[in-house]
């Protein structure tokens, strides 16, 4: 029991086991949207019905009948957009029927526009044809309100 000189070695301590790792999305942090390196394009045989949201770019080649709205947008030489569009910035080459909302609006030779522009900086190009009215906003990409019916007989 008791000796003198030798001393026995002290056991190892227990090795715990590794706390399993939790899943559960509520506890993960948010994550921010991943960055996208260019425009997501409608190439000029496409046609889509309907709303279309982007966080990003949007090139639109083709036939849109419906709302857009995106950070960016360019309206391609063949593309056509009959509906509201809403963006930070927007570049029109091809054909938009509807009101046009954005911060910055650039109407570029053989662009044809027929709709309200609401804007805060507007550049149109010789050539660019435009049918409608321009209103300067401070914030051109806030809601507006619907125009009020006319009144009175015509």
């Known amino acids: 029991m008791f000796t003198k000189g030798k001393t026995p070695e002290a056991p190892p301590p227990p090795q715990m086991a590794p706390k399993p790792m939790t899943t559960d999305m509520a506890l993960a942090p948010k994550r921010a949207p991943v960055a996208r390196s260019g425009p997501s394009i409608i190439s000029a045989d496409v046609k889509i019905t309907g709303k279309i949201v ?25 593309g056509a957009v009959k509906g509201e569009v809403v963006a930070e910035s927007v570049v029109i080459r091809g054909t938009v029927e509807g009101r046009i909302r954005a911060r910055k609006v650039q109407l570029c030779t053989g662009a044809k526009v027929r709709g309200d522009i609401f804007h805060a900086s507007l550049a149109i190009e010789p050539n660019a044809i435009f049918e409608g009215a321009v209103k300067h906003a401070q914030d051109p990409m806030a809601e507006q309100p619907a125009a009020p019916p006319p009144t009175g007989n015509f």
């Open 54 to 78: 982007s966080q990003g770019e949007l090139d639109i080649n083709g036939q849109i009948e419906g709302d857009v709205r995106a950070s960016a947008l360019t309206v391609g030489e063949t």
